[in-house]
Nanobody
Framework: QVQLVESGGGLVQAGGSLRLSCAAS????????MGWFRQAPGKEREFVAA?????????YSDSVKGRFTISRVNVKNTVVYLQMNSLKPEDTAVYYC?????????????????WGQGTQVTVSS
């Protein structure tokens, strides 16, 4: 059974940092690109960052570039991290990780499958 489990969310003050984790299990994901998305109340789910299967290539939305870092570890299972620094109130959202499986732009959520349940990030001003 495929499972993606996000963790590491919480409440933090503006300017603070959080590190999100996404543990993927149930099949081998070491050959798949993966990504992070977020969804704020009343808004569409938006792309945050993506990483290639090897970790050699990364992509970021303009809104988080320079503040967030995506990384991954491919050992027995795949774990994808999102280090978030200099957090802003507008970063408040539920953060999801997903597996890139379909031939779309890496920023397109329709290209992703196997979504996790999400982890809440709240940044207070």
């Amino acid at each position: 059974q495929v499972q993606l489990v996000e963790s590491g969310g919480g409440l933090v003050q503006a300017g603070g940092s959080l590190r999100l984790s996404c543990a993927a299990s149930g099949r081998t994901f070491s050959s798949y690109d993966m990504g992070w998305f977020r969804q704020a109340p009343g808004k569409e789910r938006e792309f945050v960052a993506a990483i290639s299967w090897s970790g050699g290539s990364t992509y970021y939305s303009d809104s988080v570039k320079g503040r967030f870092t995506i990384s991954r570890v491919n050992v027995k299972n795949t774990v994808v991290y999102l280090q978030m620094n200099s957090l802003k109130p507008e970063d408040t959202a539920v953060y999801y990780c997903a597996v890139y499986r379909f031939n779309t732009a890496a920023t397109d959520k329709n290209g992703y499958d196997y979504w996790g349940q999400g982890t809440q990030v709240t940044v207070s001003s």
